[in-house]
């Protein structure tokens, strides 16, 4: 089925720092990719999705490209504040009659100080 | 804005105990789904539901988990006979699939402590 390996943290950065959180796929087919977040105490948050190969999806200053020739969909963000602190998921649906569950890579904390 | 909520908050309960974690969907979502965090862990599937049955189910979601749409708004999750590994985050969370869409809504998620 389709599956997600996605950068292990943690990752601490200074603030206005560059951020790259790898994540690639393995996936029959071309199915959409996402990003979700989750801050400290909260529930997940979809931060950003694309839906086909070559789309970038952005949100917050975040984006990410989907690149099927690399199956990669990193996130990367040019300046990150203290307040983008949080976990943060790559994922994608499942495969065959599990189109619509979605499979999470293992999350990357990302510490962001000031 | 819409929103998938969760209640209670955080759950603390004996082991052996039988618990029932509430979720109210996005109102015109059809589809709905739990899902599963283990503290430091990755987020798991547990079990879909469509149409009052369930579509799928993890090998996680064995015979202590059950799930209900008692009404038209809410969707329970029931553990019957708790364990100490049930510990964890739960999540809700709900879509429109009918739409194409594969993107789901999650709630703030319920943590359950089983002691």
């Known amino acids: 089925g389709n599956s997600v390996t996605q950068m292990e943290g943690p990752v601490t950065l200074s603030e206005e720092a560059f951020l790259t959180i790898n994540c690639t796929y393995t996936a029959t087919g071309y199915p959409s990719l996402f990003w979700y977040v989750q801050y400290p105490g909260e529930g997940l948050q979809l931060l950003l999705k694309a839906t086909k190969a070559d789309d970038k999806g952005s949100n917050k200053g975040f984006e990410a490209t989907y690149r099927k020739e690399t199956t990669s969909f990193h996130l990367e963000k040019g300046s990150v504040q203290v307040s983008d602190s949080a976990v943060y998921f790559c994922a994608l649906p499942g495969s065959g009659g599990s189109n619509y569950k979605l499979t999470f890579g293992k999350g990357t904390l990302l510490t962001v100080n000031p | 804005e819409p929103e998938v909520t969760q209640t209670p908050s955080h759950q603390v309960t004996q082991m052996g105990q039988e618990v029932i974690l509430r979720c109210v969907p996005i109102s015109n979502h059809l589809y709905f789904y739990w899902y599963r965090q283990i503290l430091g862990q990755k987020v798991e599937f547990l079990v879909s539901?469509?149409?009052?049955?369930?579509?799928?189910k993890s090998e996680i979601f064995d015979d202590q988990f059950s799930v209900e749409r008692p009404d038209g708004s809410n969707f329970t999750l029931k553990i019957r006979s708790t364990k100490l590994e049930d510990s964890a985050m739960y999540f809700c969370?709900?879509?429109?699939?009918?739409?194409?869409?594969?993107?789901?809504?999650f709630g703030q998620g319920t943590r359950l402590t089983v002691v």
């Open positions: 969370a709900s879509n429109d699939r009918d739409r194409g869409s594969t993107e789901a809504f």
């Open positions: 539901f469509y149409n009052n049955e369930i579509s799928e």
